[in-house]
């Protein structure tokens, strides 16, 4: 079982910082061999920490994209059907029964793979990220809960199949609605949260190792502010990296107002939230510290 520093060093390696509340409930999601929940505001890493757990293990990851409308076929398989009709036409003038044929053609190698069975069907236990769930219908969130708890599907044609060993489950949320008491249940828990302004200050500069310490300090310092202002859209540590290394390919090492009116895109994504911000000039360069 890895341990808390071993978590955080070899987080550190791919250049995401971790906390000490994220090393320990990865830690424990790995021990116990329960789904990780991770919650929190858009853009603070939630689906990069399950690429980047992929990477410290060593294994394959793989994404379940949540969306309204998902079901059961779209997570698990299909059969690729246009495959089967070629193999029955190449074969029709075989003398084969008809139970041969079909047990010919409903096999693995006729068989699309959706992520939640890829994941069963491993040889290595996989990471397993379930993203955004909050997007996807209850009833989906019901049929997720079947499979998590014992890791196995059947499928008519070929039985019951079980996974070999039980994939790391990453589940995030956005909390667009609700989720369920049985799924929180069986899951532990995390909430991520915008990042201090030390820390912050830390991803910029492990992530973007060209970047003014100077620099990366003004830009977490304003991205705290902006977070503290009733925007559409509050601006997550992705915004905060594209900003960063944005102004290091501009080769500025400083904040100012001519550069923010340069390169908002990269932080602003709404008219209005800009509007607003112009609204309020004297307090936005202050926070500049220009």
């Known amino acids: ?64 994209q949540c969306y309204e409308g998902l079901d059961a076929a779209s997570t698990l398989y299909e059969w690729n059907y246009p495959k089967q009709l070629l193999r029955i036409r190449l074969t029709e003038s075989e003398d084969m029964p008809v139970d041969a044929r079909e ?12 992520p939640l069975l890829d994941a069963i069907l491993q040889e290595r236990a996989p990471v397993l990220l379930i993203d955004e769930i909050d997007r996807a219908d209850e009833a989906f969130e019901a049929f997720l809960l079947e499979v ?8 008519p044609e070929l039985g019951t199949v079980r996974a070999r060993e039980r994939p790391a489950v990453i589940i995030t949320s956005n909390r667009m ?24 200050t830390q991803i910029l500069t492990t992530r973007i190792p ?27 540590v992705a915004e905060a990296l594209d900003w960063g290394t944005a102004l290091s390919k501009l080769h500025r090492n400083a904040l100012d107002e001519e550069t923010l009116e340069l390169t908002r895109g ?12 112009r609204s309020q000039r004297d307090r936005y360069l202050s926070a500049l510290g220009a």
């Open 177 to 200: 609605r609700e989720l369920s008491d049985a799924l929180r249940r069986r899951c532990l828990y995390l909430w991520l949260d915008y990042p201090d302004l030390e820390r912050e």
């Open 1 to 64: 079982m890895l341990g808390p520093e071993q978590i955080r060093d070899g987080f550190l390696e791919q250049r995401y910082i971790a906390s000490d509340e994220f090393t320990t409930a990865f830690q424990l999601m790995l021990a116990l061999g329960k789904p990780l929940l991770i919650e929190g505001p858009a853009g603070v890493g939630k689906t990069e920490s399950a690429k980047v757990l992929a990477d410290v293990l060593g294994t394959k990851l793989i994404r379940l």
């Open 103 to 114: 047990a010919q053609i409903f096999s693995e190698e006729f068989m699309l793979r959706r």
């Open 210 to 236: 060209e970047i003014d310490t100077r620099l990366a300090k003004q830009i977490a310092t304003f991205m705290k502010f902006l977070r503290e202002q009733p925007l559409q859209k509050i601006p997550g």
């Open 148 to 155: 998590l708890g014992e890791f196995q599907v059947t499928i």
């Open 266 to 277: 990269c932080v602003v994504k709404v008219h209005e939230d800009w509007e607003f911000l």
